[in-house]
């Protein structure tokens, strides 16, 4: 079983900044994207996000230049500095992975969501 747990979320004025932390841990063989979604009160989640295992990124248009995803693969872990923040920037945030369960299969697995509410 493999499980997902993310930290960091919390409350900030308009202008701060958070660093949000998602660590795998379990049985698996690799894994492969790792991505940083968000879903805010009444609307639907959106991915805000991404990372390969190579270090590729992609970002959301709105995020891009304020937010930097990152990752350490020696801890299973991705990050998301959060710089800038804006008050629309309000959601809980959830961490995806593409997780090698052996070498021939892939799984998705999500974190429970850590909360980001930004005060303007």
């Known amino acids: 079983q493999v499980q997902l747990v993310e930290s960091g979320g919390g409350l900030v004025q308009a202008g701060g900044s958070l660093r949000l932390s998602c660590t795998a841990s379990g049985s698996f063989y690799g894994i492969d994207n790792m991505d940083w979604y968000r879903q805010a009160p009444g609307m639907q989640r959106e991915l805000v996000a991404s990372i390969t295992s190579g270090g590729s990124t992609w970002y959301l248009d709105s995020v891009r230049g304020r937010f930097t995803i990152s990752r350490d693969n020696a801890k299973n872990a991705v990050y998301l500095q959060m710089n800038s923040l804006k008050s629309e920037d309000t959601a809980v945030y959830y961490c995806?992975?593409?997780?090698?369960?052996?070498?021939?299969?892939?799984?998705?697995?999500w974190g429970k969501g850590t909360l980001v509410t930004v005060s303007s």
């Open positions: 995806n992975a593409d997780v090698s369960i052996t070498y021939y299969s892939n799984q998705l697995y």
